[in-house]
């Protein structure tokens, strides 16, 4: 049976290894980019190809020796085309919006799900305030340059917390950890406060750039855990669903309400035995979609 991709992947040429796209993938020399290219003529952090609405955009880092598409040097953010071809280095990479690996098309309804699995996970969301304001007042290099370093920031902090980053969806972060143990909520309370810390510092670097707009980078974060369902949409590209899922997105959207950059559910709190007493209660909130309401903790 060939190998369906949903959305967009990119096939590096010689090698004829095919690479599914999510919301944001970064390809360079760094061991911790999404695609690392083992040449010394690519950048650290080289290209990033990020999916907006149904399209990709492809965009040069800064890189020392430049992004080529189609034989043309990028200097600003391009959309993608099927078949576009990308050169990094001495790499020549194919694009396509929808690919099997033997190159007949299929449509989304085709898509099958592989080896899914209901567990115990911890779940986490972290999203950009303001971002609608921030797309208006800000050029689009301005904005991409600010959440690339977003991106990295969240990518380090929770790499080294133990997470996996499930997705970037534009402003947003979703990752997880496979077990509900206390060890793991107490890196995940660690992650969001060095993650809210490191906005704040990018907030103050740029401090030029937003404070004519009259604005600060900030984010919010909620934290919860329960069962889901983890398994692979696509071969090799895993991602957790269910309920609870949901309700961790719901819970983030909270931190506007109880005007506290970290949420916590009862159920996250319930299980942290390090850190409860460190807890307090904000009351139960209805949340969109969710039947009952949800009691919610902040962290003193």
Same mark, same amino acid.
């Given at each position: 049976?060939?190998?369906?991709?949903?959305?967009?992947?990119?096939?590096?040429?010689?090698?004829?290894?095919?690479?599914?796209?999510?919301?944001?993938?970064?390809?360079?020399?760094?061991?911790?980019?999404?695609?690392?290219?083992?040449?010394?003529?690519?950048?650290?952090?080289?290209?990033?190809?990020?999916?907006?609405?149904?399209?990709?955009?492809?965009?040069?880092l800064d890189s020392a020796n430049g992004t080529v598409l189609n034989g043309v040097p990028v200097t600003r953010p391009t959309r993608l085309k099927d078949g576009d071809q990308i050169?990094?280095?001495?790499?020549?990479?194919?694009?396509?919006?929808?690919?099997? =690996?033997?190159?007949?098309? /299929?449509?989304? !309804?085709?898509? %099958?799900?592989? *080896?899914? &699995?209901?567990?115990?996970?911890?779940? $986490?969301?972290?999203?950009?305030?303001?971002?609608?304001?921030?797309?208006?007042?800000?050029?689009?290099?301005?904005?991409?340059?600010?959440?690339?370093?977003?991106?990295?920031?969240?990518?380090?902090?929770?790499?080294?917390?133990?997470?996996?980053?499930?997705?970037?969806?534009?402003?947003?972060?979703?990752?997880?950890?496979?077990?509900?143990?206390?060890?793991?909520?107490?890196?995940?309370?660690?992650?969001?406060?060095?993650?809210?810390?490191?906005?704040?510092?990018?907030?103050?670097?740029?401090?030029?750039?937003?404070?004519?707009?009259?604005?600060?980078?900030?984010?919010?974060?909620?934290?919860?855990?329960?069962? =889901?369902?983890?398994?692979? /949409?696509?071969? !090799?590209?895993? %991602?957790?669903? *269910?309920? &609870?899922?949901?309700?961790?997105?719901? $819970?983030?959207?909270?931190?506007?309400?109880?005007?506290?950059?970290?949420?916590?559910?009862?159920?996250?709190?319930?299980?942290?035995?390090?850190?409860?007493?460190?807890?307090?209660?904000?009351g139960s909130h209805a949340l969109k979609g969710i039947p009952a309401p949800v009691e919610v903790f902040v962290v003193d």
């Amino acid at each position: 049976m060939p190998e369906i991709y949903m959305d967009g992947v990119i096939i590096i040429e010689n090698t004829h290894k095919h690479i599914p796209l999510r919301e944001v993938c970064v390809l360079g020399r760094k061991r911790t980019v999404d695609v690392v290219i083992d040449d010394q003529r690519v950048s650290r952090e080289h290209a990033m190809i990020r999916k907006e609405g149904t399209s990709y955009l492809l965009f040069d880092l800064d890189s020392a020796n430049g992004t080529v598409l189609n034989g043309v040097p990028v200097t600003r953010p391009t959309r993608l085309k099927d078949g576009d071809q990308i050169e990094i280095g001495g790499s020549r990479i194919k694009f396509y919006s929808q690919q099997m =690996a033997d190159t007949t098309r /299929m449509g989304m !309804g085709d898509a %099958t799900m592989i *080896g899914f &699995a209901e567990q115990s996970m911890l779940f $986490l969301v972290a999203d950009v305030k303001g971002y609608t304001r921030l797309s208006a007042a800000l050029s689009e290099s301005e904005l991409t340059g600010l959440m690339r370093i977003w991106y990295a920031d969240c990518q380090e902090i929770l790499g080294e917390g133990g997470a996996i980053i499930d997705k970037f969806i534009g402003d947003c972060v979703f990752a997880y950890w496979t077990s509900e143990q206390s060890e793991n909520r107490t890196r995940a309370v660690e992650a969001s406060f060095r993650l809210l810390d490191r906005t704040q510092q990018l907030s103050d670097r740029h401090a030029s750039l937003l404070a004519p707009h009259k604005m600060l980078l900030e984010c919010g974060v909620g934290l919860h855990c329960g069962q =889901a369902s983890l398994g692979a /949409m696509v071969r !090799g590209q895993k %991602t957790a669903l *269910g309920d &609870a899922v949901n309700l961790t997105f719901r $819970l983030e959207s909270l931190t506007r309400t109880v005007g506290e950059p970290l949420v916590l559910s009862e159920q996250f709190v319930s299980g942290w035995h390090e850190g409860r007493g460190r807890c307090k209660s904000r009351g139960s909130h209805a949340l969109k979609g969710i039947p009952a309401p949800v009691e919610v903790f902040v962290v003193d």
